[in-house]
């Protein structure tokens, strides 16, 4: 009989191989699919992996890529891991993500086509507060009313998104646009634009903030007594209580970053590679967001690496897609399988697996 | 009387790293009552889980009968006439007392029977219950008669019995003690399992007493001074609390009027509690578990604020100010669950002593923690109170019960409280250890700090207290000088015997 057998502590090597091992399995059972599909899988894995980064041809459109993707997922994953830390389980932060782009796109285009310095960076402030208002909204309720954060966030998602049609169509439309959907594009406005910083390298001012979320967010956890306070939270809800932790607090303050990094990052998007509103501007970046904070361990510097390797996943799926013809929901299951295997093998890292008969406790 | 029932043969067990039982045999007597002793860690529970079927020796072999005793799993043990009450209870609160005693049956009767049999049942043995009364609305004591009722349903030839008493009153404990004796005359073994001394010198046959796995004696307890068993348990002779020069000074925690509806659908609220604690003075505070204790250690330490007013320190009114601004002011606490509570489990112990010394020890300057201070202070509580542990990085919840709880109460103590209130300070602590607890407790008091001691444990409170207050259903008890006190007033102040009566021994 095998058994599982829980730990004493979890192991600290268990919980540095679990990524790795969730990738590698990954790699084995997606080739399968990849062969009973009828495609070469060890080419499809090489096209995945490899060929974004180091092809002859592709290598110099895609590598800039990488960053682009990489940087609003980072930027969303901080924001979410602080809340999943605590137990606060922000699900809606495509929504708060839309809701930036709004609020910071409108900003924008309100001073069109003035050239003042002042407009970016007042975007930038505008769509985190966008992200962040549309975050207290299942906050306040959590703690006035005891609701389920993870119900109000999602369901936010979808009002969230009739908002964007709306202002696509309506408040936000290009007046020049000919009567089509969507805003002026924000690449014919350098005051507002969120342009590369250094020409073909991918990186935006986004990519900058998620990097500095990364060591805002590291040191906080680690060092700072907030940190200490949201993973007691988590930890241990009564206990950080009777240290004298406000639940209400906490509440607020995780919404509220994964908020304002969410929002961040939508009006990074939308000023920068998106270049405008448009009705379908949002492309599930909040939702892999929380794939990417989970595959990182909820760990910053994890977060990452795990942001870096879904954009990889992404450029190579499209890459593979162009290449081997490979189904585009062949690569969505690829990504979902990375999620599967790390949350199988990262029982491990709690329990360890014994052999011998079986005995009652 | 003379036969033996079961007979227990070079029992061991070895889990890793620590061998439970090693070559433990003594026999059980057809009707006797048999005491095992020994401290926690002792092995105790896992002798009991191998003749309940809940554990396989890994040598060894039991006899019940006369025949070969293999029980594979607890049904089996039930099926040989083998029967145990828990000291934590497996009760489901929502459901009514006949449904919870057919849950453990294999065929159960229909409720109307199985009623009468409940009835027939606790009559017989002084044990009173409504078989239809919700569980969650019953006492501790109450709750227990149901699990001894479920056991004596199946006719058992041996009861074993948990630390039945910890969560008795005096008086409960005498009608225990009736309906015990009443079925060992008429030929039911009872093992019974305890550490305090006393009961089983008035109660026990023999007695068997472990220490470290191992089988020290087998014994009269009744020839025995409570002393030698206790030095028979530990080993050796501790030291036993030094008494002191009772020096009171000026009064530093003020409860006036105290009321808080309860937390949840089974807690307890608290009504109109008033006390007052001087400074060198402790106040000693008992009562069988769940009549308040968590709600006023969560209504002192500030977990749950109170009206304006009820709480003052020192002169001012802290009753809306949280567990930081009361630890601030020098009121600390230490509640009884160690785990999740007191502690998290998951965190190592530096970060555990983060949890409540982070301003008073100055561990945080600016919203920065610092990590090498908190490293210090972690292994300063290590240090002083005796704390197992391969190093202050480990996770709280890798600790055993007992050297987490030195860790716990340590953290407190070293952080100079002016008034400290702890509940279940030694519970499941070793004696060695919980003799070093009561001492820093007297000692912290010696240096004109104010106590309040809450705990299920009266020998403890009679040691170390000054004053003794008792909680029944959130109410407190005048409080009384202990030298004042004997068992019985002190059972009356606890709620006296909750309307039971001794068994009619025929």
């Known amino acids: 009989m095998i058994r599982l057998e829980r730990r004493p502590q979890p192991s600290r090597a268990w919980t540095a191989l679990t990524p790795v091992l969730a990738v590698l399995l990954t790699m084995v059972v997606g080739g399968i699919m990849f062969a009973l599909l009828g495609k070469p899988p060890l080419e499809a894995i090489r096209i995945i992996f490899w060929d974004p980064l180091f092809h002859p041809q592709f290598a110099a459109y895609s590598r800039p890529q990488l960053l682009v993707k990489a940087g609003p997922l980072i930027l969303i994953a901080i924001g979410l891991s602080l809340g999943f830390r605590a137990g606060i389980w922000n699900i809606g932060a495509e929504g708060q993500y839309i809701m930036g782009a709004i609020c910071g796109a409108g900003m924008g285009l309100a001073f069109y086509p003035t050239t003042s310095p002042l407009i970016f960076p007042a975007m930038v402030m505008a769509g985190a507060l966008g992200g962040w208002a549309w975050a207290m909204i299942p906050a306040v309720l959590k703690v006035r009313f005891g609701t389920n954060e993870i119900l109000v966030s999602l369901m936010l998602v979808y009002v969230a998104e009739a908002l964007l049609a709306s202002v696509s169509q309506k408040l936000l439309r290009n007046p020049e646009g000919m009567g089509f959907p969507g805003s002026r594009n924000f690449k014919q406005f350098p005051a507002a634009h969120n342009a590369e910083i250094f020409a073909n390298s991918g990186m935006h001012w986004g990519v900058i903030a998620a990097f500095v979320a990364v060591i805002f967010a590291y040191v906080l956890l680690t060092r700072h007594i907030q940190g200490f306070n949201i993973r007691l939270t988590g930890e241990a809800p009564r206990a950080a209580r009777f240290s004298g932790v406000s639940p209400a607090r906490i509440i607020f303050l995780c919404l509220g970053f994964g908020g304002a990094l969410a929002g961040a990052a939508g009006l990074f998007e939308v000023s920068g590679p998106a270049g405008q509103i448009t009705i379908d501007f949002n492309s599930g970046y909040g939702f892999t967001a929380i794939i990417v904070a989970f595959l990182g361990r909820l760990h910053p510097v994890g977060i990452l690496l795990a942001g870096l390797l879904m954009a990889l996943t992404y450029i190579g799926g499209e890459l593979a897609q162009l290449m081997l013809g490979l189904p585009g929901a062949s690569i969505q299951l690829f990504q979902g399988m990375l999620l599967f295997f790390l949350l199988a093998t990262d029982v491990f890292t709690n329990f360890r697996l014994r052999f011998g008969k079986t005995e009652v406790t | ?506």
């Open chain 2, 1 to 506: 009387m003379a036969d033996t029932l079961l007979s227990l043969r070079g029992l061991t067990k070895a889990y890793p790293g620590v061998v439970a039982n090693d070559d433990v045999s003594f026999d059980i007597r057809v009707g006797e009552i048999h005491a095992l002793l020994g401290e926690n860690g002792a092995g105790k529970s896992t002798l009991v889980k191998m003749i309940y079927g809940l554990v396989k020796p890994d040598r060894g072999d039991m006899t019940l009968g006369g025949a070969p005793y293999v029980p594979g799993e607890p049904k089996a043990a039930r099926a040989s006439g083998v029967s145990m009450v828990f000291q934590h209870f497996s009760l489901f609160e929502a459901l009514s007392v006949a449904e919870n005693v057919a849950l453990g049956m294999e065929n159960p009767p229909k409720t109307r029977d199985l009623a009468r049999q409940i009835r027939e049942v606790s009559e017989t043995y002084g044990l009173p219950l409504d078989p239809f009364r919700v569980v969650g609305t019953l006492s501790a004591g109450e709750r227990q008669r149901v699990e001894i009722i479920r056991c004596l349903l199946q006719n058992p030839r041996l009861l074993i019995m948990d630390e039945p008493t910890s969560v008795l009153t005096p008086q409960e404990v005498e009608i225990l003690f009736a309906t015990l004796r009443k079925l060992s005359s008429e030929g039911t073994a009872i093992l019974y399992i305890s550490h305090k001394l006393e009961e089983i010198r008035s109660l026990c046959d023999h007695a068997t007493i472990l220490r470290l796995g191992k089988k020290v004696a087998t014994c009269t307890p009744a020839e025995s001074t409570a002393r030698e068993l206790g030095e028979l348990m530990v080993g050796s002779s501790f030291a036993a609390p030094v008494a002191r020069a009772h020096a009171s000074g000026a009064v530093l925690l003020e409860v006036q009027n105290l009321s808080l509806p309860a937390p949840g659908a089974f807690g307890t609220p608290l009504r109109d509690i008033s006390f007052s604690v001087k400074a060198g003075e402790v106040l000693g505070l008992g009562g069988v578990a769940g009549n308040g204790q968590d709600e006023l250690l969560a209504a002192l330490s500030g977990e749950r604020l109170s009206p304006p007013g009820s709480v003052t320190l020192k002169g001012e009114d802290v009753s809306r100010a949280g567990p930081m601004s009361r630890r601030d002011a020098g009121l600390l606490s230490a509640p009884e669950e160690r785990l999740g509570h007191a502690a998290a489990p998951a965190m190592s112990l530096i970060e555990n002593g983060v949890l409540t010394a982070a301003r008073r020890e100055g561990l945080v300057s600016r919203g920065f923690v610092n990590w090498g201070k908190a490293r210090k202070f972690a292994q300063s509580v290590i240090t002083a109170f005796d704390v197992r542990t391969p190093s202050p990085m480990a996770a709280a919840g890798a600790l055993s019960g007992g050297n987490l709880q030195k860790f716990v109460i340590g953290r407190e103590i070293l952080q100079r409280p002016d008034v400290l209130v702890v509940n279940q300070p030694t519970w499941g602590v070793d004696a060695a250890a919980a003799a070093a607890i009561r001492q820093a407790l007297l000692d912290l008091a010696a240096k004109g700090a104010a106590i309040i001691v809450i705990s299920q444990d009266l020998d403890e409170l009679m040691e170390v207290s000054d004053r003794f207050g008792a909680l029944n259903e959130g109410r407190l008890s005048p409080l009384r000088p202990v030298s004042e006190l004997n068992m019985e007033q002190i059972g009356l102040m606890m709620g006296g015997a909750h309307d039971m009566e001794v068994a009619h021994v025929a």
